[in-house]
């Protein structure tokens, strides 16, 4: 006598539950990898508009970022003002350039749309009045410290005081 198991035919009824364990995991798998989503890694580059009644101008911003842990990415970045101030009555223009060799994105969340902040220390700065290299030393007003909103994916915008723009991964 054949054991029920090996009847012909028995492995139909093994097929529907195998059939559904089978895509039970891959939703179940697909839902893991869309639950851990992605970082906002790697390089951004932008560009934000300042202005007020004695300033205006554009910041273009360059960052690359890795991640560090599952709510904190650092890596270096570079900042550079072009416009003109207004100096005791006077419109001039105005250039500087700051890099970051150590800043750090802060997640409220380990993915997904949210709130982040930007932080970093000025390495090294170039300040130019007029056409003029006036300064070559960074200060703490040169510090990095930044709300940013980023939509998940591929954009963070700011909308800050003054300025406002967005920076695009790459």
């Not at 554009?58 to 890596?75: H, P, Q, W």
């Not at 998940?152 to 915008?157: L, P, S, W």
């Amino acid at each position: 006598m054949t054991p029920a198991c090996f009847t012909p035919g028995a492995h139909i009824r093994l097929a529907p539950p195998l059939v559904l364990w089978e895509t039970l995991f891959t939703v179940l798998f697909a839902v893991l990898l869309t639950g851990c989503g992605t970082a906002p890694e790697g390089a951004w580059t932008g560009t934000l508009d300042c202005g007020d009644e004695d300033s205006s101008g554009t910041i273009t911003i360059g960052l690359d970022l890795a991640r560090d842990d599952d709510m904190t990415l650092t890596g270096s970045g570079t900042m550079s003002f072009d416009g003109s101030f207004q100096m005791n009555g006077t419109w001039q223009g105005y250039r500087e350039d700051i890099s970051y060799d150590a800043i750090t994105l802060v997640l409220t969340q380990p993915s997904g749309a949210q709130d982040v902040t930007l932080t970093g220390t000025a390495t090294t700065c170039e300040t130019w009045v007029g056409g003029k290299q006036s300064s070559t030393t960074c200060t703490g007003g040169n510090d990095l410290d930044m709300p940013l909103s980023w939509d998940g994916e591929d954009r963070m915008t700011v909308d800050q005081g003054d300025c406002s723009g967005a920076l695009d991964r790459q």
